[in-house]
């Protein structure tokens, strides 16, 4: 007797891989979806001060559980990914790890410090929503083009955050002892220079500082721009091969539907 597929479960493979052996768990992966933003619309929640009691704590039971269900969906996910290490070792399946840190820090006994320090690694849960878009595979490709490219100009930066933050600290470190007090308080006013934010917070007074840090913005305007050259330049050559590739598969959709045509005509 051939059976029917049930309405509660759909008729087709519940764990499939995609061609890099990742697990796929096919329409079940909407509820790893619609969980991932409940989960953001219930932390908005708890971060909202008028919030009734009440809610608050349904609210944090219910971040409780979908933090389980993320731990459950990882090992999940390695379980199945073939090989594991490919799948562990990728951007998601790090990202996967990340997000389950916290959760798995408490479950073994972390101190509340060291936990409550972990709670912003949760906010980069959204990211797992990339697993579910197509636009997520041009990114993936553009950093691949340029991936060399990339690794210099992140080598570059290190080394100027380095050097801007001993010779900040060096030039003010006299003047203003309060306010750059070590290293890491040098290092804050080299991620504001370089990244050409600049909160103010911490502003050279020396006439050695403000010439330093004035050749540094310079340099960090010159940094920027190559940044965005290079993302806009890796961009527009996936783009220019998706159309060609779409444009090769028309092509060839039309062909072979002008071949089979001509075919029946000749049957005939």
Not at 90 to 95: E, H, T, V
Not at 171 to 179: D, G, N
Request: with cysteine.
């Amino acid at each position: 007797m051939e059976s029917r597929p049930s309405f509660l479960i759909p008729a087709m493979p519940l764990i499939t891989r995609t061609k890099q052996g990742a697990a796929n768990f096919g329409p079940w992966e909407n509820v790893v979806r619609v969980l991932i933003l409940v989960w953001f619309m219930l932390y908005t929640l708890n971060a909202i001060p008028d919030v009734h009691p009440l809610v608050g704590r349904i609210a944090a039971k219910v971040n409780y559980w979908i933090s389980y269900f993320f731990v459950f969906e990882y090992i999940l996910r390695v379980l199945c990914a073939k090989p594991r290490k490919a799948y562990i070792f990728s951007g998601m399946g790090i990202l996967d790890f990340i997000v389950c840190v916290p959760f798995l820090g408490m479950f073994f006994g972390l101190d509340w410090q060291i936990l409550y320090s972990l709670r912003i690694v949760r906010v980069l849960a959204i990211f797992k929503l990339a697993r579910f878009n197509e636009t997520a595979a041009s990114f993936k490709k553009a950093f691949y083009l340029i991936r060399d490219e990339f690794f210099l100009f992140f080598s570059v930066i290190l080394f100027m955050l380095y050097v801007t933050s001993l010779g900040i600290y060096i030039a003010e470190h006299e003047a203003q002892p309060e306010k750059f007090r070590s290293f890491f308080d040098a290092l804050w006013f080299a991620v504001e220079t370089l990244s050409t934010v600049g909160y103010g917070d911490l502003v050279p007074i020396t006439p050695m500082g403000r010439i330093f840090t004035g050749v540094i913005m310079f340099i960090a305007v010159s940094i920027i721009a190559i940044s965005t050259g290079l993302i806009t330049s890796a961009f527009s050559r996936v783009w220019q091969q998706e159309n060609v590739f779409a444009h090769r598969r028309k092509r060839s959709a039309d062909k072979t539907a002008a071949d089979a045509g001509g075919e029946e005509g000749e049957a005939k």
